[in-house]
């Protein structure tokens, strides 16, 4: 009987949705609120994370950019 605030909202809004599918490359949508960056270095090359938080669905997201980052998790 835990919940993870992480994971409140199992619906990500139309606009999350375009992130689940898009890379690095994919910017943030207009609804994202960055709430923390970290720039992580790694022996492929720097993973720069970006965290954000949608105040339309509540979701958190964290971005990865840098030459090895995955985009969005
Ligand atoms: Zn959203």
């Keep these: 009987m835990s ?3 992480n994971q409140a909202n ?3 809004c139309n606009d999350c949705e375009v992130l689940e599918k898009g890379n690095r490359h ?3 949508h207009q609804f994202l609120t960055r709430t923390e960056f970290k720039a992580v270095p790694s022996q492929f090359g720097n ?8 105040s339309k669905c509540g979701k ?12 969005w998790k």
């Design 3 to 5: 919940e993870n605030n």
């Design 26 to 28: 994919t910017p943030p």
């Design 47 to 54: 993973v720069d994370e970006h965290y954000y938080k949608c």
């Design 10 to 12: 199992p619906n990500p």
């Design 60 to 71: 958190s997201w964290l971005h990865e950019t840098g030459s090895y980052g995955q985009g």
